[in-house]
T-cell receptor, first 113, second 112 residues
Framework: KAGVTQTPRYLIKTRGQQVTLSCSPI?????VSWYQQTPGQGLQFLFE???????NKGNFPGRFSGRQFSNSRSEMNVSTLELGDSALYLC????????????FGPGTRLLVL | DAKTTQPTSMDCAEGRAANLPCNHS???????VYWYRQIHSQGPQYIIH???NNETNEMASLIITEDRKSSTLILPHATLRDTAVYYC?????????????FGTGTRLTIIP
């Protein structure tokens, strides 16, 4: 089976802009979770989508949003980018909601200037 | 709150067994021990998990003490490709709002 794929792999934006990241889960996986990884904060959970509905949410501002499509593919949007949003954004899929093992994609590295 | 404690870094000779310890003294009865690793510039990779019995798969073995307050991940024959940061996580199977919380992990360097 193909793994989790994320596009784009690298992105450079400026403050105030918005960005949309895409994630395609492993075939048959219906849960998609998003994480932000920074050197200072480590890996932090953003949100989880299952059956096109947000099921769990981490402690991030409303500028961070997401959605999931009927084919389980997911997008994450960050509006009004700030310098502190520079990070590696990781997507993980799992067969079930709150699945015990998460299969991560390679991530999208976002740099905000 | 850090639920796990791991050494910051470890070295291991290529071909030898790498033993990575993890302390989780406040683990609850319904929490599993998970191990992930992250190779530089890649997403985390699931390795293994267990509740109270020792577990083995094609990648590694997981030894959990009887009181479940600590565990050891064993890579039986370490290769250079095993150089990575290894994360020990405790969590119930249904992660809920917390989802996976990775600490700082152990940076394992395999020495040729």
């Amino acid at each position: 089976k193909a793994g989790v794929t994320q596009t784009p792999r690298y992105l450079i934006k400026t403050r105030g802009q918005q960005v949309t990241l895409s994630c395609s889960p492993i075939s048959g996986h219906r849960s998609v979770s998003w994480y932000q990884q920074t050197p200072g904060q480590g890996l932090q959970f953003l949100f989880e989508y299952f059956s096109e509905t947000q099921r769990n949410k981490g402690n991030f501002p409303g500028r961070f949003s997401g959605r999931q499509f009927s084919n389980s593919r997911s997008e994450m949007n960050v509006s009004t980018l700030e310098l502190g949003d520079s990070a590696l954004y990781l997507c993980a899929s799992s067969p079930r909601q709150g699945g015990e093992t998460q299969y991560f994609g390679p991530g999208t590295r976002l740099l905000v200037l | 709150d850090a639920k796990t404690t791991q050494p910051t870094s470890m070295d291991c000779a290529e071909g030898r067994a790498a033993n990575l310890p993890c302390n989780h003294s406040t683990i609850s009865g319904n929490e599993y021990v998970y191990w992930y690793r992250q190779i530089h510039s890649q997403g985390p990779q699931y390795i293994i998990h267990g509740l109270k019995n020792n577990e083995t798969n094609e990648m590694a073995s997981l030894i959990i003490t009887e009181d479940r307050k600590s565990s050891t991940l064993i890579l039986p024959h370490a290769t250079l490709r095993d150089t990575a940061v290894y994360y020990c996580i405790v969590s119930p199977t249904n992660f809920g709002n917390e989802k996976l919380t990775f600490g700082t992990g152990t940076r394992l360097t395999i020495i040729p």
